[in-house]
T-cell receptor, first 115, second 110 residues
């Protein structure tokens, strides 16, 4: 089945440790996105990538890092510099500039808890 | 991308039409209006999008005003499973920055 997969669904880490969240898509999409969602809040954009080997900061990039070495994969690292890392993280992909006016597809999210 | 304004919350009776408004007064000519919804603790789900004409699909209808400064998402016969947060977004093309606002919490009552 085509889709976007985030793993794991739940993740626990100790404070001060870096942690990497996985996002994989087999939709052949050029663009990929990472969002953070806190309880009762909307989605805030962390990073996005419009093409392989290129990415841009979103609205809340501090304390996070990404890479886009392959079209299918856009891992997000939550570093120890992120002050409040506990949140629900969502990954999305969309076809990109080559295909206008098409929608983005979302994964089911990873709930990260830092203790 | 232009910003959008939506009411914080709305209620609807089951079986009735739910009309969710969105203001996007700074929308530019090449920006599309997209609607997504998010059911608790899941990833957002695409509903519908349009440029200037009204659109309908199996989930909903989208009515865009002639000046394109506002739109309304219509769920014609709301069910309890339509209870969710609904997001209205404007964007130029599918690969660019995709920013969400706070959305509207729609609660469908029995």
């Amino acid at each position: 089945d085509g889709g976007i997969t985030q793993s794991p669904k739940y993740l626990f880490r100790k404070e001060g440790q870096n942690v990497t969240l996985s996002c994989e898509q087999n939709l052949n999409h050029d663009a990929m996105y990472w969002y953070r969602q806190d309880p009762g809040q909307g989605l805030r954009l962390i990073y996005y990538s419009q093409i392989v080997n290129d990415f841009q900061k979103g609205d809340i990039a501090e304390g996070y890092s990404v890479s886009r070495e392959k079209k299918e994969s856009f891992p997000l690292t939550v570093t120890s510099a992120q002050k409040n890392p506990t949140a629900f993280y969502l990954c999305a992909s969309s076809p990109g500039q080559s295909r206008m006016n098409t929608e983005a597809f979302f994964g089911q999210g990873t709930r990260l808890t830092v203790v | 991308d232009a910003k959008t304004t939506q009411p914080t919350s709305m209620d609807c009776a089951e079986g009735r039409a739910a009309n969710l408004p969105c203001n996007h007064s700074t929308i530019s000519g090449n920006e599309y209006v997209y609607w997504y919804r998010q059911i608790h603790s899941q990833g957002p789900q695409y509903i519908i999008h349009g440029l200037k004409n009204n659109e309908t699909n199996e989930m909903a209808s989208l009515i865009i005003t002639e000046d394109r400064k506002s739109s309304t998402l219509i769920l014609p016969h709301a069910t309890l499973r339509d209870t969710a947060v609904y997001y209205c977004i404007v964007r130029v093309y599918s690969g660019g920055k995709l920013t969400f606002g706070q959305g509207t919490i729609l609660t469908v009552h029995p």
